[in-house]
């Protein structure tokens, strides 16, 4: 297998982030993906509404939690990763103290997180 193939191999899996969510469906993981400015300028403009903090277009480059090009959501809003960060987990049901009441907050408005986690979980 050639170097091209791992990256059709790697886009056709699902990226699970820390907290459940499927970081390779988000808005801006897929935008940051096809290099379209335009998407990641109405992310921004989005999310600085719905977070109430300023986000430009370049806050929005993101390669998935676990990745090295984080979002400004993900490095300063979010308040899952910085734990699951350092804890160095894959997931937060790799975690010793899954689940903490931190991710139960954040899960009480994401259910299919929770069951992918709670499926994560079981599976180890």
């Known amino acids: ?7 059709v191999v790697e886009a056709m899996s699902e990226i699970v982030g ?16 096809r290099n379209d400015e335009a998407a990641k300028a109405r992310i921004a ?20 939690c676990v990745s090295e090009r984080l979002s400004k959501y993900c ?7 910085p734990c699951a960060h350092e804890r160095e987990v894959k997931t937060c049901a790799h975690c010793g103290e ?3 009441e931190k991710l139960m907050k954040f899960l009480s408005h994401e259910p299919e997180a929770k069951s992918r986690l709670d499926e994560i979980r079981r599976s180890l």
């Open 1 to 7: 297998m050639d170097s091209n193939d791992c990256s």
């Open 18 to 33: 820390y907290c459940g969510l499927v970081c390779s469906k988000c808005s801006a993981f897929l935008a940051t993906q």
């Open 45 to 64: 403009q989005r999310w600085s509404k719905g977070f109430h903090v300023k986000f430009g277009k370049e806050d929005v480059t993101c390669d998935g």
């Open 75 to 81: 490095r300063d809003v979010c308040m899952v990763w």
């Open 98 to 100: 899954y689940p903490c």
